[in-house]
T-cell receptor, first 114, second 115 residues
Framework: AQTVTQSQPEMSVQEAETVTLSCTYD???????LFWYKQPPSRQMILVIR??????QNATENRFSVNFQKAAKSFSLKISDSQLGDAAMYFC???????????FGAGTRLTVKP | EAQVTQNPRYLITVTGKKLTVTCSQN?????MSWYRQDPGLGLRQIYY???????DKGDVPEGYKVSRKEKRNFPLILESPSPNQTSLYFC??????????????FGPGTRLTVL
């Protein structure tokens, strides 16, 4: 079964600085999808960014970008110009192409210091 | 407003007392799913549904039941809750069941405590 590992339980960053959250996954499949979700204190799950494994180009959404390394099975999230509102728990998730189950990592709690 | 709603938002119950957590979406989504969130474990999928009358087990289905009789509703049933089912539960939905790239929209969560 596919597994998703987030090795950093907690991270902190200074406001306006850049931070990178790590995610690795284990799979034998060639086609799949990767996601980063944000969970602020309100508990609402919010999609931050997503990547299709067959696309080599890294996804970007405003201040959020990913570094997708398929061979290394790595999918890190970079947050540039960090803002106080970025403080949240961040979850990395994997979804197969051939079924609809979804696997999440344990999460990384990000603190943004003013 | 397009949304996924869950009820109740908070529930404290006792071991063995059957309960149902409702989930409803108003976006005509095909796919719906239930997750539980526990500290240090992230979210784990309980059950999912590709469409009406089509459900399948996720990663941790033991102790739970679901049904999908209408497209908009996907209730989670705990026939005999136990303390190890104390958790934060999320319902989610996405437009097309056959497209894993679809964004999943999550409900606000249900905090369940089983004493």
């Amino acid at each position: 079964a596919q597994t998703v590992t987030q090795s950093q339980p907690e991270m902190s960053v200074q406001e306006a600085e850049t931070v990178t959250l790590s995610c690795t996954y284990d799979t034998s499949e060639s086609d799949y999808y990767l996601f980063w979700y944000k969970q602020p204190p309100s508990r609402q799950m919010i999609l931050v960014i997503r990547q299709e494994a067959y696309k080599q180009q890294n996804a970007t959404e405003n201040r959020f970008s990913v570094n997708f390394q398929k061979a290394a099975k790595s999918f890190s999230l970079k947050i540039s110009d960090s803002q106080l509102g970025d403080a949240a728990m961040y979850f990395c998730a994997y979804r197969s192409d051939n079924n609809n189950d979804m696997r999440f990592g344990a999460g990384t709690r990000l603190t943004v210091k003013p | 407003e397009a949304q996924v709603t869950q009820n109740p938002r908070y529930l404290i119950t006792v071991t063995g007392k059957k309960l149902t957590v409702t989930c409803s979406q108003n976006m005509n989504h095909e796919y719906m799913s239930w997750y539980r969130q526990d500290p240090g474990l992230g979210l784990r999928q309980i059950y999912y549904s590709m469409n009406v009358e089509v459900t399948d087990k996720g990663d941790v289905p033991e102790g739970y039941k679901v049904s999908r009789k209408e497209k908009r509703n996907f209730p989670l049933i705990l026939e005999s809750p136990s303390p190890n089912q104390t958790s934060l539960y999320f319902c989610a939905s996405s437009l097309w069941a056959g497209d894993p790239y679809n964004e999943q929209f999550f409900g606000p969560g249900t905090r369940l405590t089983v004493l």
